[in-house]
């Protein structure tokens, strides 16, 4: 994967997403997602890896991304400029049909990654949102490769269980905290060296701890 061309390629996305260059879901389909999915290491000629309008329960989602054939590991959902809003809802009944372990929403500005499996509304099931208008363009890059890069789908480090997704989750326990660098033992360690319960002694350390919503 090309990091260098990737960023250029959203450079180039976020001016003419600020000129309205792209009227449709159509142009999003095809001048935003298919490219940056080609950058990411997908062979989007590869009509079994990249399966435009994949059929799911009757209907079709835009595009179903396959490293193996039996069954879609990752489902997206494209809609025009500005009009994403309710898209997540259609979106989670394709995943249902299918049983995936991460579907994208997007609509060229935002990505949202979701986990259908997870609790709650939809809402708090998006581990991750991207606005690449508003995100510096290293940050778009470094999560774009995060969640979608073919290699890191392929080693299935970007499913359930696997470190991705843990980052997904801290992503989101982390958006809108402070992060505070703290040199030393946190207080868990403490009590249980006081209760003798840790008797090794501790090595140094800085942790990084959230400090309440921002």
Known sequence: ??????????DTIRQKLAQG????????????????????GWDILDPFAVRREYPVGGRKVDYGLFVHPSAPDLLIE????????????????????????????TDGKEWSFYLPAGQGSYDDRRVYKLDILERDPTECCRALS????????????????DPVLTAAM???????STV????????????KRRAGLLKTPAAASTWLAPVGPQ
């Open 21 to 40: 260059r792209y009227p449709n879901e159509t142009a999003v389909r095809e001048a935003i997602v298919l490219p940056v999915l080609q950058l990411l």
């Open 146 to 161: 995060r969640y979608l890069a073919f290699e890191r789908v392929r080693q299935k480090e970007a499913f359930a269980g």
């Open 180 to 191: 505070v660098s703290i040199q030393g033992e946190s207080y868990r360690l403490k009590d």
């Open 78 to 105: 494209v809609k025009a400029v500005g009009l994403i809003v309710g898209g997540d809802k259609q979106l989670f009944e394709y995943a249902f049909h299918e049983g995936v372990p991460m579907v994208l929403l």
């Open 1 to 10: 994967m090309d990091t260098h061309k990737l960023r250029e390629l959203l």
């Open 170 to 176: 801290l992503d989101r326990l982390l958006h809108h």
